[in-house]
């Protein structure tokens, strides 16, 4: 069956750096685009951006150039949120979801979210 | 940037409750309309596709419809289970973008 595995919470100081992974399976990575949503405390959802799997090439929303960057390793299919100079208003809970494949778009698997806490 | 905004932002009902929620989009997205389930401290969940395609293994109870700008989820008979927040989300066009939600709460 289709799974979206993430490593586990964070804890990081401002100014630092973290890595977030998804790792996919139960079905041929490269097939779908891979999203990343994040969801601050207590807030909505907001779609961070995707990464085409088969070619690599990430596309960011707006409010997430810069210092997010999407990558993937197909090797082990796992694809990577890294986040870098935190803030403490990057602290939210991160999920990866699965882009469909039948020409609607929507996101028909999700990660369990990765909870990334960014305190002094 | 297509905005989605959802009403009521919060809601009380009783269990076997007929419950209606309402995602109006800022211009349209054809059929690209989706609905998410989430309950506190899990990730969302798909619901509907296609404003009226109802997922694999999603109680019937479960329904979309709407076109356009104007879309509603509905489920028939409130269970204890579907007490959670649900999202509306467009497909049609980059940025995807999430309605911000409506609670649906035990009265």
């Known amino acids: 069956q289709v799974q979206l595995v993430q490593s586990g919470s964070e804890l990081k100081k401002p100014g630092a750096s973290v890595k977030v992974s998804c790792k996919a399976s139960?079905?041929?990575?490269?097939?779908?685009?891979l999203n990343w949503v994040r969801q601050a405390p207590g807030q909505g959802l907001e779609w961070m951006g995707w990464i085409n799997t088969n070619k690599g090439r990430p596309t960011y929303a707006q409010a997430f150039t810069g210092r997010f960057v999407f990558s993937l390793d197909t090797s082990v299919s796992t694809a990577y949120l890294q986040i870098s100079s935190l803030k403490t208003e990057d602290t939210a809970v991160y999920y990866c979801?699965?882009?469909?494949?039948?020409?609607?778009?929507?996101?028909?698997?999700w990660g369990q979210g990765t909870l990334v806490t960014v305190s002094s | 940037d297509i905005q989605m905004t959802q009403s009521p932002s919060s809601l009380s009902a009783f269990v076997g409750d007929r419950v209606t929620i309402t995602c109006r989009a800022s211009?349209?997205?054809?059929?690209?309309l989706n609905w998410y389930q989430q309950k506190p401290g899990t990730a969302p969940k798909l619901l509907i596709y296609?404003?009226?395609s109802l997922q694999s293994g999603v109680p019937s109870r479960f329904s979309g419809s709407g076109s356009g700008t104007d879309f509603t989820l509905t489920v028939s008979s409130l269970q204890p289970e579907d007490f959670a927040t649900y999202y509306c989300?467009?497909?049609?066009?980059?940025?995807?973008?999430f309605g911000q939600g409506t609670k649906v709460e035990i009265k």
């Open positions: 211009q349209s997205i054809s059929d690209y």
């Open positions: 979801a699965r882009g469909s494949t039948n020409g609607w778009y929507h996101f028909d698997y």
């Open positions: 989300q467009q497909s049609y066009s980059i940025p995807r973008t």
């Open positions: 139960g079905y041929t990575f490269t097939s779908n685009t």
């Open positions: 296609a404003a009226s």
